[in-house]
């Protein structure tokens, strides 16, 4: 299976959704998820034009990045624990899984230490699911309004993960509310606030998220094929009903 081809179909499918939406196929950042995939594997992925590299784990994007070097923008989208935040504030551009100010006042302490604004995103549980992390979407607008004034973080949008479903049709409704949401707060004109991103979409429900507004959608298994069985990650869960 050839990484760069199963790039370019990607983004046919992202190009036909966005013009659904009527938008250009530019208004979509391809985000190439990477946990447990091989180096040169990675490289390959840069090498064909993805836009972004996404990592779950701190410490697995560390090893990579000092083997194979920074190329483009690294982004964290795996739960993020406190005492992680130095390290991942100095590798990564975009952190899209702030769901709690106790860990986006560590971020911005150390992003202060580092001499840089960090740019994250709010991830929201739209659906509630008790398993899963991500702000309730009623504590939302409260975790941004909190999380604003923190000098050295830059909020650019949200970001979810919407359950799992067989037909993907089903997901339309929780890309939608993170949409609705991201425009409710955008109008509230929040100083520090800036709600441009949409980080929603994995293999399964891209081309939905995209119709919905996605502006970076987040693809593991459609560009690398499927991950070892014991790897985690959403292509391990069980399949839930509504
Ligand atoms: C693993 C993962 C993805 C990619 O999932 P695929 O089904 O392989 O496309 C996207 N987002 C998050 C948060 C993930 O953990």
């Known amino acids: 299976m050839d990484v760069a081809d199963n790039i370019r179909q990607v983004r046919e499918i992202i190009a ?15 985000m190439a998820v990477t946990k ?6 990675i490289v390959e992925a840069v090498r064909a034009g993805v836009d972004i590299i996404g990592e779950n784990y701190v410490q697995e994007a560390k090893r990579k990045l ?3 070097g920074k190329s483009g923008e690294w982004h964290l989208i795996g739960r993020l624990q406190t005492n992680k935040a130095k390290n991942a504030v100095r590798l990564f551009d975009m952190i899209h ?12 302490r150390h992003a202060r230490a580092a001499g840089l604004i960090m740019k994250i995103l709010i991830e929201v549980n739209v659906a509630g699911e008790a ?6 979407i009623a504590d939302a607008v409260r975790l941004v309004r909190a999380v604003a004034p923190l000098p050295n973080l830059s909020v ?3 970001m979810t993960m919407p359950p799992w479903f067989d037909d993907p049709e089903e997901a339309r409704p929780f890309f939608r509310a993170l949409r609705e949401l991201r425009d409710r707060i955008e109008t509230d004109g929040i100083p520090g606030v800036e709600m441009r991103e949409l980080s929603m979409g994995m293999t399964g429900d891209y081309a939905i998220a ?6 970076i959608v987040r693809i593991g298994r459609g560009i690398f094929g499927e991950r070892p069985p014991r790897a985690p990650g959403p292509s391990v869960r069980p399949p839930k009903t509504p």
């Open 156 to 158: 650019r949008g949200l």
């Open 131 to 136: 398993t899963k992390s991500g702000v309730p």
């Open 36 to 41: 447990t995939v091989h180096d040169d594997r």
């Open 210 to 215: 995209v119709e919905e507004g996605a502006t």
């Open 16 to 30: 036909e959704a966005a013009g659904r939406s009527h938008r250009p196929p530019s208004a979509v950042r391809l």
């Open 97 to 108: 899984s702030v769901d709690r100010l106790e860990l986006a006042v560590e971020l911005d």
């Open 66 to 68: 000092e083997t194979i």
